[in-house]
């Protein structure tokens, strides 16, 4: 294996090279990209698992010819993005051999590109071979084989590429944390530009939800209990949940319950794969039985006589009506034998997330399922939630104008939840959605 691959700083550059394609194919690129770069690097998935990367150039009659991207391009883009370790990417000197030496920032792409396809067969070129050599231009695609990787979120994305290159990280240690100690990580972030930290949850936090959140609040009622089917994309319901859980009595201390599911596990009406795998989450480690689910159930009573417990099962499709109703006789199953421990300061919460959407009739056969969808942010509202902002002068807070000029750039956002957010994250707070994770990536 090449010397590059060897040192961590080079990894690091491939990881955050393969970082800002993927921002960039999970944006809107013709909104969120800089005129004079539109077109300059594109990125686009050509099957489930491969990432393909090219660029286009003016011809004599001023069409766009695709002709691949440079190195230079790719620089540029490393720097628009500013995504972690890009400060890597800087001219250096160095000593070898007892003689100095200059690094690039050209060098150092070019570096990530190869560690990428050499050191570890993430990356293949794409350029026919007679036109490869010594030419300026590359095509390349990456491939990243994570199971259908077109369907996985950014994050999930960029995890599997870090793990391939042994630099994973996933800390362990908050597996059983609902909530996070952000602060600290959301401060560095924003120290650069003076962002008001508490300023910018109450943005991101007012923005289409005040249906969603009076619905959520209506339905919980005295009882302090809700089942809910949250519906949105994969990158935008953990926000969604974040938003209604300032609404969540004891939400600090809460016992989280955190399981994905897919059709296997309602394969057969007798199987109890989906309750070992409940159980196993609130340390159960119980073995395939016909009790297992009453073991749940009792287990989840215990929290609940001291705690809030919050229970997510996500689904990556579309739960049917009978998986459905089987979450609604569990959800009924435990609030009756939670009623003598009801107290005000404590919630029992179901919620079934899904990325999918069903129909209005199959929610509406189900007892006691409130559905939460979140399909679209229309310009209009984003216009009155920047209208908010100014009169409320918390634009001042974080040194932002709102003026003709942004309402004309909203105008041009898509109406996707998390291309809506994503662009008011890079018009007023100068980031990727990404940057402000860390808020509610206690619900992924």
Known sequence: MPNYAKEKRGKERAICLVETLLRLVYTDQSVDMNNWMQGKVQVKWTSSDILHVTG?????????????TTLDNLLELVKHYKCDNHNLFNKRTSERDGQPTESKPIDDIRGAINLLKDGYKLLEDARLNGKAKNSKYWKFNILIENNNAQKKTLKDNLEFVKKHLGLSSIDAQDSDRLTTDAEDEIQS??????IDNDTVKILLRSLNCENHKHLFKQQMGNAEEGF???QAERDVYPWLLWVLEEDIAGLETAKPVKVKIDCWDFA????NSLWLKIGNEIGLNSKLNSNIKNEVINTLNEFYKTKTVII????????????????????NELCSQMTFFRKKTKCLLLFLIQTEQNTIEIIQK???LTSLKLEQIPQGEVNIWLVNMQNKKLDKKINFEVNEEVHEKVANFPNAPYKV???ICRLVFEKDMVDFESYWKHWR
Request: aromatic share 10%; charged share 25%.
């Open 56 to 68: 286009t150039i003016k011809d004599k009659g001023g069409k766009d010819v695709e002709s691949g």
């Open 189 to 194: 972030i924003n120290a650069s530009t003076n």
């Open 228 to 230: 809910f089917l949250i």
């Open 268 to 271: 057969k009406e007798e199987s």
């Open 312 to 331: 997510s099962i996500v689904n990556h499709n579309c739960f049917t009506q009978n998986e459905l109703e089987i979450f609604s006789n569990f959800y």
């Open 366 to 368: 189900v007892k006691g």
């Open 421 to 423: 957010i994503h662009n």
